[in-house]
C-alpha cells in the first residue's frame, strides 16, 4: 500500500485530498481434485503469494475425478482412510484426499502469510466425485437412475447434478451444510457453477438460491462465469462475485455474458483468461520452449482489458474488475513433478501480476483554510492520511 498526499485547489490549501493505493487481488487458483498434492507443496504456493498485498489462493477441492477433501456426510474421513506418511487415501476409490485437520493448517498458515484461503466446491456439475462417494454409501440406483437418481443422466451428462429433483437438493445441501461450518472462519466460498449446461430455465433461479444460503452463513460468494447469458444476467443477484473465464473463444456468438454485461449489470468480477492465464500441465507440452513461450506472452500481449481468449477485446473502463487469477488444472498432469509445475504456475503469476491495476481509495480532506497551511495544520493533515491507512490496515488484517 502507498500512501500520496495530492495537492489541488488554491494555492491556500496544502492538502486537499489523500489518495491511498491497495494491490488489486492476485490470485493462484490450484486444482486438488484431479491432482493430489501434499501440504509442503500448498504451502510453497502461498510462500509465493505472500510476497504480494491482497493475495489469494483459491483451492478447487471438488470436481468429476475427486473429491480432494475429507466428506464426513459421504464416510471419507481420516479415520476411514489408510495412511501412508502424511497422505491419506480412501480405500474404497483409491484415491487421496486432504483430511480437515490438514486444510485446517493450510489455512492458519495461509493467514500467517497474509494470504486469503479462499475454498471452492464445485457444483451442480463436475460432481462425480460426489456421486463415485454417494453410490458406495446409498448404492448405484441412489445416483443414477434415470427416473429417481440426483444426477442429470448416465452418458455424458452423469457428473450433472438434477437440480429440480428433491433428493438431488437434499443432498447438496447436506454437503454444503458440512462444508460451510468447517469454512466457516473464511471470508469467501466459491460456488463453482461451471459448465453445468442443463435445466436451463432453472439454473440461475438455483444459483440465486444457493448464493442466499451461502450468503446468510456470511460468506461472500463467487461462481464461474460460464452460465450466465445476455438473456438471464439481468436474473442473477449481482452481489456474487464473477471468475470470469470465458468458454467459448466467440462468447458473442454463443450468447454467453461478457465482461462488459457484468460491468454494466453491477458485478464485480476477477479476470482469469483461458488462453493466457489457464496453465493445463501436460509432460509433452512443457518444454522449456515452450514454458517460455507461455510466460512471455503473458508479459508482451496480455492485459486486463484482454478477457476473452486471444482477441484483442477491450474494456471502456475497469469499473468492478477487482484483480485477476491464473488457473493450475489438474486433469492432464500424470508424469509432471510437482516442483515443475508450480515453478511454471508462478512465473505465469509473476507474469500477470504487474499488469493488475491498483486500487485507488481518495480522502477529502476539508478545504476550511483561507490563509496558507500553517505547521500544525500540516501535521493534522498528515495525521488524518495515515490514520486512514492504519485504519485500512486493520479491517484488513480483521478480514
Known amino acids: 500500500m502507498a500512501l500520496i498526499i495530492a495537492i489541488s485547489g488554491s494555492a491556500s490549501v496544502f492538502a486537499k485530498q489523500i489518495v491511498i493505493e491497495e494491490n488489486s487481488e492476485s490470485t493462484i487458483m490450484l ?21 504480494n498485498a491482497n493475495s489469494s489462493i483459491q483451492v478447487h477441492f471438488t470436481d468429476d475425478e475427486n473429491v480432494g477433501i475429507e466428506c464426513t456426510y459421504l464416510d471419507q474421513t481420516e479415520a476411514n482412510a489408510t495412511k501412508e506418511g502424511d497422505v491419506y487415501t480412501n480405500p474404497a476409490t483409491g484415491r487421496k484426499f486432504l483430511t480437515y485437520a490438514q486444510v485446517r493448517e493450510l489455512m492458519n498458515y495461509a493467514d500467517e502469510k497474509g494470504v486469503i484461503f479462499i475454498p471452492e466446491i464445485d457444483m451442480p456439475a463436475h460432481m462425480t466425485g460426489f456421486f463415485d462417494l454417494a453410490a458406495i454409501k446409498f448404492g448405484e440406483s441412489y445416483v443414477r437412475d434415470r427416473d429417481t437418481g440426483i444426477a442429470w443422466g448416465t452418458g455424458d ?4 447434478l438434477d437440480i429440480v429433483r428433491p433428493a438431488a437438493k ?17 471470508k469467501y466460498f466459491h460456488m463453482g457453477f461451471d459448465e453445468y449446461t442443463f435445466r436451463i430455465d432453472e439454473k440461475i433461479d438455483f444459483a440465486n438460491e444457493m448464493y442466499e444460503y451461502l450468503a446468510d452463513k456470511g460468506f461472500t460468494v463467487r461462481m464461474w462465469s460460464d452460465a450466465v447469458t445476455k438473456t438471464n444476467i439481468s436474473q442473477l443477484n449481482n452481489n456474487i462475485e464473477i471468475v470470469y473465464w470465458g468458454w467459448w473463444a466467440d462468447v458473442e456468438q454463443y450468447g454467453y455474458a461478457t465482461v462488459p454485461d457484468f460491468q454494466q ?3 464485480k468480477l476477477i479476470i482469469t483468461n483461458r488462453f493466457y492465464l ?20 503473458i508479459e508482451e ?17 475497469h469499473d468492478g474488475i477487482m484483480g485477476g487469477m491464473v488457473c493450475i488444472w489438474g486433469e492432464n498432469s500424470a508424469g509432471v513433478t510437482d ?38 495544520e500540516i501535521v493534522c493533515f498528515i495525521t488524518i492520511g495515515m490514520a486512514s491507512v492504519i485504519g485500512l490496515a486493520a479491517i484488513k488484517r480483521k478480514k
Open 339 to 376: 516442483a515443475a509445475i508450480r515453478e511454471q504456475g508462478v512465473k505465469m503469476y509473476n507474469a500477470m501480476f504487474p499488469k493488475l491495476d491498483k486500487f485507488r481509495r481518495v480522502i477529502e480532506v476539508p478545504d476550511e483554510v483561507d490563509n496558507p497551511a500553517t505547521g500544525d
Open 301 to 317: 500481449n496480455w492485459e486486463l482489458e484482454s478477457w476473452n481468449y486471444n482477441f484483442p477485446s477491450t474494456l471502456e473502463n
Open 265 to 267: 449489470a453491477g458485478f
Open 278 to 297: 489457464f496453465f493445463v500441465p501436460n509432460l509433452q507440452l512443457m518444454t522449456d520452449e515452450i514454458n517460455a513461450h507461455t510466460v512471455r506472452d
Open 170 to 186: 437434499q443432498f447438496l445441501m447436506n454437503i454444503y451444510d458440512e462444508y460451510t461450518e468447517f469454512f466457516k472462519s473464511r
Open 31 to 51: 486444482d486438488v481434485a484431479r491432482r493430489y498434492y501434499p501440504m509442503s507443496e500448498i504451502k510453497q504456493y502461498i510462500d509465493a503469494l505472500s510476497v
Open 157 to 160: 451428462e452423469a457428473g450433472n
